[in-house]
């Protein structure tokens, strides 16, 4: 009796199970199904397409050279006397910089002068006797021999005297070689020779360099393709150039190009070009390399967009564009060139639309974008969906970014 029992037990609780979730399937199946869940936003740096000035820049890596180099050697044998600069001075155009002793030179010279005094004398003695055998000519008391003879000694005299103020000449310039003087304006170097030691002409060492550091030069290499573009423009008028340290970090000094090479170098396809800077602040140093940027010309109410805000395929460049529902679209692009962080748009946008210049790896076609707010004063959308307005740099600012 009791198992009967338990097995109804068993058989009861069974069917109230399963009519339990009999009763939990139909409910979940009438239930009606929640709405799909929004696509989340993708948050990007979204910049607003606006018309302003393109700077045309070339730009190249250039090494410093000075604008004259002279190494100083000496020009006769002679023991330094003395060194009249410091290591590293400014020394103008004909200043003291060594002196040999001038001694020996002194008296070579004092030497020819006296020969040239005795051989003067010698002349004027035979000149008084040519005036007498004239005078005695007409009476027969001299015979024309004598004065041939006379005459051939005057003549040679005079020749001497030629000599010996050719040799005053030579002594007075050699004695002048022993005062040694800066022949440009420039920056001594390290001294190679010390006071006391003997230098000879014939030495290739040399005493010191001086350098011509204002203004300096910088020569700097260009692709071949770009040499029609900045000989036209040199053709318009002087072209700026900007040197910036290797890092683009820093601006060392602005000048104009002097010339373009007058030939291209065919093993690398590169043109030279030299530029002339003032160099008055001393930041361009001969040996020094730096990139330098050269001004074409500066485009003017033209469309750019950020480097970052554009994009490469197998079609060509294209961009990102946001509609008014921050919704993205391709449109593919044609540049023109990129200048710094801005490339010039020459069809494909139009002014006031929103590209994007972030994140675009996360990006497909149709996607929902929100723009970034960790950078404020990034051009862009705001949270109300209207385009930010980017401020406009202050003229220092501006002109400090063109050549």
Do not use: C
Not at 82 to 95: I, N, P
Not at 161 to 167: F, I, M, T, V, Y
């Amino acid at each position: 009796m009791n198992l009967r029992n338990s097995r109804t037990r068993v058989v009861l609780l069974t069917v109230v199970v399963l009519l339990a979730l009999a009763i939990y399937a139909i409910v979940q199946w009438l239930r009606p199904a929640p709405p799909p869940k929004a696509a989340q936003a993708i948050p990007a740096d979204i910049v607003a397409v606006q018309p302003g000035d393109f700077p045309v820049i070339v730009e190249g890596l250039g090494t410093v050279q000075a604008f004259y180099t002279v190494t100083i050697t000496a020009r006769v044998d002679g023991q330094i006397e003395k060194v009249a600069f410091t290591e590293g001075q400014e020394v103008a155009k004909g200043a003291l910089l060594v002196q040999i002793d001038p001694r020996p030179y002194q008296a070579a010279l004092d030497q020819a002068r006296a020969t040239l005094d005795k051989d003067a004398a010698q002349l004027a003695n035979a000149n008084r006797d040519l005036e007498r055998y004239n005078m005695l000519a007409p009476d027969d008391l001299a015979s024309k021999q004598t004065i041939d003879t006379q005459h051939a000694l005057v003549a040679q005299l005079e020749a001497q005297l030629k000599g010996d103020q050719a040799a005053i000449d030579s002594a007075k310039t050699n004695l002048d070689y022993t005062t040694i003087t800066s022949p440009i304006t420039g920056r001594t170097g390290i001294r190679l020779v010390d006071p006391g030691n003997i230098v000879h002409a014939a030495g290739t060492t040399g005493i010191v360099m001086v350098t011509q550091l204002h203004p300096i030069a910088v020569i700097f290499s260009l692709p071949e393709d770009e040499f029609d573009d900045l000989n036209a423009a040199l053709h318009r008028g002087p072209v700026g150039v900007r040197a910036v340290s290797r890092d683009h970090e820093d601006e060392l000094d602005r000048g104009t190009v002097s010339l373009i090479d007058n030939q291209i170098d065919q093993t690398t396809g590169t043109i030279k070009v030299k530029a002339i800077f003032p160099n008055t602040g001393n930041r361009l140093w001969p040996g020094e390399f730096v990139n330098v940027q050269a001004l074409l010309e500066t485009r003017h109410n033209v469309l750019t967009i950020p480097a970052s805000a554009l994009q490469r395929g197998p079609d060509g460049a294209f961009t990102y564009v946001v509609d008014g529902e921050s919704t993205i679209h391709v449109v593919d692009l044609k540049t023109g060139g990129q200048s710094g962080d801005r490339v010039l748009v020459t069809a494909g946008l139009q002014a006031g639309q929103q590209v994007v210049a972030s994140n675009q790896y996360r990006l497909q076609p149709n996607a929902k974008v929100r723009p970034n707010t960790h950078d404020k004063t990034q051009p862009g959308v705001a949270a109300d969906g209207k385009p930010q307005q980017q401020a406009a740099p202050s003229n220092e600012k501006a002109a400090a970014k063109q050549p």
